[in-house]
């Protein structure tokens, strides 16, 4: 089933993607000047969280694959640390933009901005959570060599949403 829903989340931000890159091409300046506001340390800070938190999500699943509980359990601390810091991170940004006098639809590139960053973001929360439900399991031992399924699919949706950062922070932030 999580596999179903990757597709089809992969499927919706492809449409997403092609929209914006179909956009910057017919608009160069609207998104030249919506993209010169965007901030490239706090994307590549986010990335670093979201890679940090995928690999904490592998090792989780490996311990327990191991019957090793306890580090199981302290990897998903760790990879939802990580989702958690992305949160804080993006809500950082939002927040300033929001401050700064940022209209969400002012033109192409601020609806497509806020489609892309804040479908993202959901994403990210639904994974936190989804770590911290996994967490709280791993913590009275439920996972170990013959049942650790759950932990696996939380990564492999944290690995969907890892990967869609990877095209988003170049699409949006880097590429202009």
């Known amino acids: 089933m999580v596999w179903l829903l990757v597709l089809a989340e992969l499927l919706a931000f492809g449409l997403l993607f092609v929209s914006f890159a179909m956009a910057r091409w017919r608009e160069p300046v609207v998104f030249a000047q919506g993209q010169a506001g965007l901030d490239l340390s706090t994307g590549a800070l986010n990335t670093v ?3 940090a938190a995928s690999w904490a999500a592998v090792r989780a699943v490996g311990a327990f694959q191991r019957d090793h509980r306890v580090a199981g359990a302290r990897w998903l ?3 939802l640390g990580g989702a958690l810091g ?5 809500g950082h940004e939002f927040a300033g933009k929001l401050g ?6 002012t033109d192409s590139f601020t609806v497509l901005y806020t489609l892309l960053t804040g479908f ?3 994403h990210v929360v639904v994974g936190a959570v989804i770590f911290a439900l996994l967490w709280w399991n791993a913590r ?7 049942n650790h399924v759950a932990p696996a699919s939380g990564a492999v949706f944290w690995h969907m949403v ?4 990877m095209v988003l922070f170049p699409l949006v932030y880097v590429i202009r």
């Open 162 to 165: 890892d990967l869609l950062w």
């Open 100 to 105: 700064a006098g940022f209209d969400w639809a």
């Open 140 to 146: 009275s031992g439920v996972y170990g060599p013959a």
């Open 77 to 79: 601390l760790l990879a």
């Open 86 to 90: 992305f949160l804080v991170v993006k």
């Open 120 to 122: 993202h973001f959901l």
């Open 49 to 51: 969280l979201l890679v």
